[in-house]
């Protein structure tokens, strides 16, 4: 597990650029305000479906990665299957360190 993609992750949460929980992260996606969603790997297979499919609809890039547990408590919570970032310039770097660890 990369854990600088956790770390930015936290840097988000800090500085009130994330939203996590499934509804607060689906209201993020339509609402246009999240910049890139990432689920957790042990997500169930709805909830994987349901953020696959919305952010399909409405552009926002999505990945899955982490377990639920290393999610939550890098953004300061209990466990999370789902966090948006909402602002862009997070987004971006956390998406090349993700980028870089899938390959």
């Given at each position: ?7 930015l992750?936290g ?6 650029n ?12 339509k609402e246009?305000?999240a910049?890139?969603v990432i689920?957790s ?5 709805n ?17 899955f ?5 290393a999610?939550?408590?890098a ?5 999370r ?9 997070l987004?971006?770097?956390i ?7 899938q390959?």
């Open positions: 597990m990369n854990d600088r993609i956790l770390s992750l840097l988000a949460a800090k500085g009130k994330l939203v996590s929980g499934e509804f607060s992260t689906e209201k993020a996606v246009r305000k910049a890139l689920v790997s042990e997500a169930s297979d909830t994987r479906k349901l953020f696959t499919d919305k952010c399909m609809f409405y552009n926002t890039p999505i990945y990665y982490g377990t639920k547990e999610l939550g408590r953004v300061g919570k209990e466990m299957a789902s966090v948006a970032v909402t602002d862009k310039g987004a971006e770097s998406i090349k360190r993700l980028e870089e660890s390959n």
